[in-house]
């Protein structure tokens, strides 16, 4: 009587907690992580070491980006299959510019412009001449791996001494570290995080992939939202390009092949519906990190071979799908 | 003109106020088709304004022309006295006219918050304010009565919330004039109550709303005035309380001239059946029928009565399957087992014609030779194709016999006329052979030749033994074909009777009688 | 009504332009180098560039068939590449391990052994789309991501190479004078036209793709249709990686058949099968597989490096979705004394 009479101690309250359902795959999506560190760190020496979650990091850092902009498009119901050839075309303008001598500034800029022009294209498309995305996008693939080859058809390496002195730049946080790439990449996931949580075209974001007539009817700014997350994506593509090209240190035309397949398996993963509407980038961060994990995992047993990779993550992904799949049809 | 003038002397008492809207002799067409021909419509600041009319009256065009969804192709519409166009919905919203329509056009994964205040959030540095966002939310919710946490996310209410919702983002954005499109048509009793409310409330306020509502009680119970609406055309605009709830059926269905030649039918009388082909009992669905009885005999023609809404769509889709039964038992000859799917009614050779003849009937990219034969086909499965020789025979003979024009049998579906459409529709169904067919509204939309031809041709298919439901708008021809009326109403089976001597009149008074004495309950 | 002309027919037939416009691509390679079109004979086999096309266009052909069929019922199949990517590998570790790897009968029982591997990943393609309901650009990419890990899988990340004559000859044999891997698709092509034009299916397909309700009402088994034109594509891209493996008489997981699930649909769309679903044209697609074909053998003939085709592919596939639009349509056209009322919003529930 006594004891179990007083109030619920805060322990109560934190285990009776019971997140909204909206952020449940997210939450799944962390519990899988953390799962997979864990009986990683207990199956192989060395795998529990922190280092190896800022290498996670510092390793998808592209990919994180990617991902991100995959997010916005992906909430409005659309999809993007065009950020693994603007990556590569990405890798190929920083290298020829750079090896034609501009200055790392001007070939950043002009990497950038490249792909937010290239979005905004296939925005257009989408938008304004009706094209389901995934044909316009597609017509994207083709469109930057062709420019990429126009551009050269063999590998160039970049040497360019402030591109490789930012690629190696590194912050120590004690005995651990993390290199600039990193960071540029979780301030994406901030920046992102802060733009579809708190602004306008964010909300308006969300409203689209929760039923674009409805959001017309609103009177929302539907036309350029949905041009601007193919915008975004084709930005935050050229931005992971960059990035790439800083980790792999060439341009190549075969650089990035399939990588739109990781990038939109990272934003399944991390609980974004591809039917649109509900997700989030910290979702995407944690696919994308869930990924890296298996790849570590199957890296530090050294016996599995790394196409288990492409496996798993089919697996993965069809498993958030069916699962997916059922939640939406009980909710209707 | 004369409609015009007309309807200036049932101005409603007590406003000497301009009206707030006025819609001047608006036509809007769609091609060929004439959706809305020369309709005026006035609505008054602080009234409830009941937009009446039965399917293809032309109420959804009239709503979709005021809230710059379809552009007007003739005549003016006047906002306090000045000329407007509207060309997107976003100009009519911003004239202070605000629409919730039957369906939930809101977000269904945001907050209630952000469903009210979507496009016009409170911000602070450029980022949304979400706490002052929920708080105008919230005190936009107290004030029409609504106790609704604004920060859930909307999907996890009941529609009926979400309906008021949707009123309340109206009501946010100042509006003048409310559209409220079939708002009831999913709630039941209290959440109407609750609407009501509402609606009562912003009259008080002076805000013009326009209601749309199947049913007839409600529209007693909340409207002041009403337009009637018919084929596109203006019937009347009448105050409702001098209405008489039979009249205003009568406005609503309208009478066609007599100029079909009535039908000499043998009249059937039960005995001859037997068994009954089928039965249906408390065959019913939630939020869309009620438990309703019906039994069809071996060459009986049933006629269901009843207006728009009233469940007689609903009973349709039950007996064939194209929806699930949630309670009651179906029999079929002595089998008894409710039908899942349409094959499965098929099986039991019943067919049937959906009265959405563009979304549910013709395929219109194939050929008329391939919808008509479509249902056969299907029957057979893809590797058994319909032989060429009888498929010629089985065409040529249908195209004869319904008098389908063009008579080519490669013509693409989606070039015939809605007539002609709905023949080769029901060539479809009797090249199945069915032993139950059920038409629902198979007459809709089309000329007067086509209507005749085929009144006449389901009272020969009946005579040799067909067993016929037989659904429609129009009184006079569901009288005309049937032995046996039901009459429906507000989801459920009012009525029931052999069709010796009914007159149109008899069953308008069912359908709306019915409706008086319970509205005097209620009251 | 008048009869009308012949020219006025054929100016209004479907595959007037696909064929236009393989006409054009054909000019221009006559004119940058005029014995383009030349065949000759040499050991019973002819030899061209036209020749070539065509066994090139095998694989793209093949695959694009089986996507004509899933595209006409409103679908897409993303998996093709990886479906052929597994076929390729199946076949050539069957090879490599049979007792006689340079036998007909070995070449045969890895053929069928692979076909039916595809048949039946195509068929649970079709049982997600059908059954779970799950939209199939969504269902497909599954397959599509998994796909070539598990042909590495099966070859263990080794470029398996394979020596068996009967199996190569399915690129790279010559049957009357034809290439056999033409032949091969041009039969598949007949087999397909035979399979929905001489039976119920192709109509079938096309009401479940232009009207899926009113085919529901009509008692059409749209479940099994669709379960079909699955696996159906699957066994066509498990055909197309076979004739690509045995082009180099190997099979690189990475590698075999990428992308060409994006030329497939090229070919479909060129073809006039709309992406919306409903009528298909298996003759517009076998056309569409020439024209790219002919493109890809374009590109290096008039001076340009042969990898940069992507980009005159990017550059077809926005032309011909641009001419399908209905928006661009109506700006190209003259304007009308005012707009027809497209309903901006197509409002569901009641009509009128």
Request: proline share 4%.
């Amino acid at each position: 009587m006594s004891a179990s009479t007083v109030p619920a101690s805060s322990w109560d309250r934190v285990r009776g907690y019971a997140p909204p359902p909206r952020y449940l795959p997210v939450v799944a999506t962390f519990a899988l992580f953390v799962g997979l560190y864990g009986v990683g760190g207990m199956r192989y020496e060395g795998l529990s070491d922190p280092q190896v979650l800022l290498s996670l990091l510092l390793d998808n850092a592209f990919l994180i980006v990617l991902a991100v902009g995959m997010t916005f498009v992906i909430l409005t119901g659309g999809i993007d299959l065009s950020v693994g050839s603007v990556v590569a075309l990405s890798t190929m303008i920083a290298a020829r510019t750079l090896e034609l001598g501009w200055s790392p500034y001007l070939s950043i800029v002009a990497v950038l412009l490249t792909g937010t022009l290239l979005g905004l294209l296939m925005g257009v498309l989408v938008h304004y001449f009706q094209i389901q995305p995934f044909v316009a996008t597609l017509a994207g693939l083709f469109l930057a791996r062709g420019l990429t080859y126009l551009i050269s058809v063999k590998s160039i390496s970049i040497t360019d001494p402030t591109f490789t002195s930012l690629a190696f730049k590194t912050v120590y946080f004690g005995e651990y570290y993390l290199r600039w790439t990193a960071i540029v990449a979780l301030l994406t996931v901030v920046v992102a995080a802060f733009v579809l949580a708190r602004t306008r075209f964010g909300r308006t974001v969300y409203a689209i992939g929760g039923n674009e007539s409805s959001a017309v009817l609103m009177g929302l700014r539907v036309a350029a939202t949905k041009v601007g997350v193919y915008v975004i994506s084709g930005f935050c593509a050229s931005l992971a390009g960059l990035l790439f090209s800083l980790y792999i240190l060439s341009g190549n035309s075969l650089h990035a092949v399939g990588m739109e397949l990781d990038a939109i398996a990272a934003v399944v993963i991390g609980g974004t519906l591809l039917t649109g509407g509900r997700g989030y980038v910290l979702g995407s961060l944690l696919g994308v990190l869930v990924l890296g994990m298996i790849k570590t995992i199957i890296a530090f047993d050294g016996t599995l071979s790394s196409y288990w990779m492409r496996i798993i993550t089919g697996l993965l992904l069809l498993a958030f799908v069916v699962v997916q799949r059922f939640a939406t049809r009980r909710q209707r | 003109m004369t409609q015009l003038a007309r309807s200036k002397a049932v101005a409603p008492p007590g406003t000497d106020r301009p009206p707030v809207i006025e819609m001047r002799d608006i036509t809007i067409s769609f091609g060929a088709v004439t959706a809305l021909d020369r309709v005026s419509v006035r609505l008054f600041p602080g009234e409830v304004h009941a937009l009446m009319g039965e399917n293809g009256a032309g109420k959804s065009t009239l709503i979709k022309a005021l809230t710059g969804v379809y552009t007007v192709d003739d005549g003016t519409v006047l906002v306090d006295g000045e000329r407007h166009e509207f060309h997107s919905p976003a100009a009519s919203q911003a004239a202070g006219i605000s629409t919730v329509y039957q369906e939930v056009n809101l977000v269904p994964n945001l907050t209630v918050a952000e469903n009210m205040m979507l496009g016009r959030e409170p911000r602070r540095f450029g980022a949304i304010d979400v706490r002052a966002m929920n708080r105008a939310a919230r005190k936009t919710l107290l004030h029409l009565g609504l106790d609704v946490d604004p920060a859930t996310v909307l999907e996890d209410h009941p529609i009926a919330v979400q309906q008021l919702v949707a009123i309340a983002r109206a009501v946010g954005v100042q509006a003048k004039v409310l559209i409220l499109d079939e708002p009831t048509s999913s709630l039941d009793a209290d959440e109407v109550e609750k609407l009501f409310a509402v609606m009562r409330r912003l009259r008080e306020e002076g805000v013009a709303i326009v209601f749309v509502s199947h049913f007839l009680d409600q529209v007693y119970e909340i409207a002041d005035r009403m337009t009637i609406l018919r084929n596109g055309r203006l019937v009347e605009e009448r105050m409702v309380a001098q209405t008489p709830r039979l009249e205003l059926v009568r406005l609503m269905i309208g009478r066609e001239l007599e100029t079909l030649e009535r039908l000499d039918r043998a009249p059937r009388t039960e005995a001859e059946g037997g068994a009954p082909l089928l039965t249906a009992i408390g065959l019913g669905r939630k939020n869309s029928l009620e438990a309703t009885d019906l039994q069809l005999f071996e060459g009986e023609v049933v006629g269901i009565a009843g207006l728009l809404g009233s469940g007689r769509t609903e009973l349709a889709r039950l007996l064939y399957g194209a929806d699930h039964a949630d309670t009651g038992e179906l029999t079929v000859r002595s089998e008894r087992r409710r039908l899942r799917n349409p094959r499965q009614a098929l099986a039991r050779k019943i067919a049937f014609s959906s009265e959405n003849r563009k979304a549910e009937g013709i395929v219109g990219d194939l050929t008329v030779a391939d919808n008509m034969l479509l249902a056969l086909q299907a029957s057979r499965g893809w590797l058994r194709p319909v032989p060429q020789a009888t498929r010629t025979r089985l065409v040529r003979d249908y195209i004869e016999a319904l008098d389908i024009r063009p008579a080519d049998p490669t013509a693409l579906m989606r070039n015939l006329s809605g007539g002609n459409q709905q023949k080769v529709l029901l060539a479809r169904w009797l090249i199945v052979q069915p032993e139950i067919l059920i038409l629902d509204e198979p007459t809709r939309g089309i000329d007067i030749g086509a209507k005749a031809q085929i009144q006449a041709k389901v009272a020969e298919l009946a005579e040799k033994g067909l067993s016929v439901v037989f659904i429609s708008a129009e009184l006079e021809e569901v009288l005309r074909l049937s032995d046996r009326l039901v009459v429906m109403r507000d989801r459920h089976k009012i009525d029931e009777r052999p069709n010796d001597d009914v007159s149109v009149r008899d069953v308008l008074e069912i359908i709306a009688g019915e409706a008086r004495e319970q509205g005097d309950r209620d009251a | 009504m008048p009869e009308p002309t012949l020219v006025r027919r054929a100016l209004r037939h479907p595959l007037l332009w696909p064929v236009l416009a393989l006409l054009v691509l054909l000019l221009v390679n006559v004119v940058v180098n005029p014995s383009f079109l030349s065949v000759r004979m040499q050991d019973g086999h002819l030899y061209g560039n036209v020749i070539d096309i065509i066994r090139n266009s095998a694989p793209v052909m093949l695959v694009a068939l089986g996507m004509t069929l899933v595209i006409a019922t409103r679908g897409i199949d993303l998996s093709v590449g990886a479906i052929a990517a597994i076929a390729a590998a199946v076949a050539c570790t069957r090879i490599v391990g049979a007792g006689d790897e340079g036998a007909l009968v070995t070449a045969v029982m890895a053929v069928t052994y692979a076909l039916v591997v595809c048949l039946l990943l195509g068929a649970w393609n079709g049982f997600l789309v059908a059954v779970l309901g799950i939209q199939p650009i969504i269902a497909t990419l599954i397959l599509m991501v998994a796909g070539r890990g598990i042909s590495m899988a099966i070859t263990d990340g080794q470029i398996t190479t394979v020596n068996n004559p009967w199996f190569s000859d399915l690129a790279s044999g010559f049957v009357l004078t034809l290439p056999l891997a033409f032949l091969v698709a041009f039969g598949m092509l007949l087999l397909t036209a035979a399979l929905t034009r001489r039976t119920a299916l192709g109509m079938l397909i096309e009401a479940v793709g232009i009207n899926p309700e009113a085919s529901r009402l009509a008692g059409v088994r749209s479940r099994t249709i669709i379960w079909t034109v699955y696996a159906f594509s699957g066994l066509c891209a498990g055909l197309a990686g076979l004739v690509i493996a045995a082009n180099t008489n190997s099979v690189n997981a990475n590698s075999l058949g990428l992308w060409i699930e994006l030329d497939a649909i090229l070919a479909v769309v060129i073809g006039g099968t709309s992406l919306m679903g409903g009528r298909f044209s298996l003759a517009g697609t076998f056309v569409g597989a020439l024209f790219i074909a002919t493109l890809t053998r374009t590109i290096p003939n008039i001076g340009i490096p042969s990898e940069v085709n992507y980009l005159f592919k990017a550059i077809v596939v926005i032309a011909v979705c641009l001419l399908q639009s209905p928006r661009a349509r109506a700006m190209l056209r003259p304007r009308r004394r005012r707009p027809t009322p497209a309903p901006v919003i197509a409002k569901a529930g009641s009509p009128a």
